[in-house]
């Protein structure tokens, strides 16, 4: 109901009960969802809390990275991101992330920064499928099909409801003329 406030005091009251890194997340993200100067501090507060209930770790920092950036406060996104990065740089989805906020405050405009971190995510997780995804249809719209279809044809494998990597696999055999592959994969979509 975005009800931020009373939000956040059933979550403050839920955390007295039982504390939780899940309770606390949701009450900062409460905080942040005010979108004012003193709901962004009393979200650093919480995550401070879930610093010293946690301990410092890349996930951790992803987690708060991805508070940040659903409250649409991208630099403080951009450095969780980059946080947990520098603490362990294998951290599941720390690359992701990185690639997708930096891909944000660019205006969806690809940067070689960025693909270079879709990259280092599909190397330290060969099975991520948005990383996996991001990094085929980024190939595709550059026409680049060989290495978009290696990419497109993982994370079909790793996610076989989505239609998107099927999409873009039958537009890019469409445009190699390779139209019964092309009908395949978009009946498939």
Known sequence: KREYENAAATLE??????????????LAISWLSQGNADGNAQAEAVFDQMRKMAGESGSLHVLIGRAYRDAGMMPQA???FKEAIQLDTTTPHAHYFLGLAELSQNEW???????????????????DFLANYMLGFLASSQRQYEIANKYLTKASEVNP????????????????NKNETAKTMLLRA
């Open 78 to 80: 951009v450095a969780q």
């Open 109 to 127: 405009v690809w940067t070689p920064e960025v693909k270079k971190q879709m990259q280092m995510a599909v190397q330290y997780e060969p099975n």
């Open 13 to 26: 009251h839920a955390e007295r009960l039982q504390p939780s890194i899940e309770t606390l997340y949701s």
């Open 161 to 176: 409801t989505w239609p998107e990597p099927f999409l873009y696999l039958g537009v890019n055999a469409f445009a190699q």
